[in-house]
């Protein structure tokens, strides 16, 4: 099973500010499968990012993902008010589907 | 626009099996280029990929609840389901289901319903 650790656990940060949040894996995956979801409080996640880059059907373009291997970022350009929640990577490459535990972005 | 919509019973006794659907509406369930799947999420915690299902398939679970899963489709309700057997306090979560496309080796989860809490407690 891959293990996808995500850091920071908690990134402070201000409106405006641009945001770096890293998911590592425990082994390489592969092509690139992996996606990004942003979960707000008492709703279902949404896609944000597939396949390391691609941004999801009606994505703002302040989102953008990057990486390869065992290494992958998620940035958000300029923070808006509605981006301070909780991020997840998710890897589906190989089987079991696995997450990391996420990464919460709050208002400095 | 597809939608999905989970249901079932919101407390379940210990020992006993967890049972719940999800209705997709909006769209066919039977098309081919979709995977249909279910997640949890513990209250605070993180996400677990529990399974999946195709209607032209079988099924793939997680194999950390293999031995109490099974996930069931049908096509004449457009309707997906959920088992699990044997459930302890420790399955206390946020059931969430999702629609996967799948397209050149790509399994993410581009539609979720908006999960609902199932309590395992005498």
């Known amino acids: 099973e891959i293990v996808l650790t995500q850091s920071p656990g908690t990134l402070s940060l201000s409106p405006g500010e641009r945001a770096t949040l890293s998911c590592r894996a425990s082994?390489?995956?592969?092509?690139?499968?992996l996606a990004w979801y942003q979960q707000k409080p008492g709703q279902a996640p949404r896609l944000l990012i597939y396949?390391?880059?691609s941004r999801a059907t009606g994505i703002s373009d302040r989102f953008s993902g990057s990486g390869s291997g065992t290494d992958f970022t998620l940035t958000i350009s300029r923070l808006e008010p509605e981006d301070f929640t909780v991020y997840y990577c998710?890897?589906?490459?190989?089987?079991?589907?696995?997450f990391g535990q996420g990464t919460k972005v709050v208002i400095k | 626009q597809v939608q999905l919509q989970e249901s079932g019973p919101g407390l379940v006794k210990p020992s006993q099996t967890l049972s719940l659907t999800c209705t997709v509406s909006?769209?066919?369930?039977?098309?081919?280029?979709?995977?249909w799947s279910w997640i949890r999420q513990p209250a605070g915690k993180g996400l677990e990929w529990i399974g999946r299902?195709?209607?032209?398939?079988?099924?793939k679970y997680n194999p950390s609840l293999k031995s109490r899963v099974t996930i069931s489709v049908d096509t004449s309700k457009n309707q997906f389901s959920l088992e699990l057997s044997s459930v302890t306090a420790a399955d206390t979560a946020v059931y969430y289901c999702?629609?996967?496309?799948?397209?050149?080796?790509?399994?993410?989860?581009?539609?979720w319903g908006k999960g609902t809490t199932v309590t395992v407690s005498s």
């Open positions: 082994q390489s995956v592969s092509s690139s499968y």
């Open positions: 998710q890897q589906y490459g190989n089987s079991p589907w696995t």
């Open positions: 396949g390391a880059s």
């Open positions: 299902i195709h209607t032209r398939g079988g099924a």
């Open positions: 999702s629609r996967v496309p799948f397209w050149s080796g790509h399994y993410y989860m581009d539609v």
């Open positions: 909006g769209g066919s369930i039977n098309s081919s280029n979709y995977y």
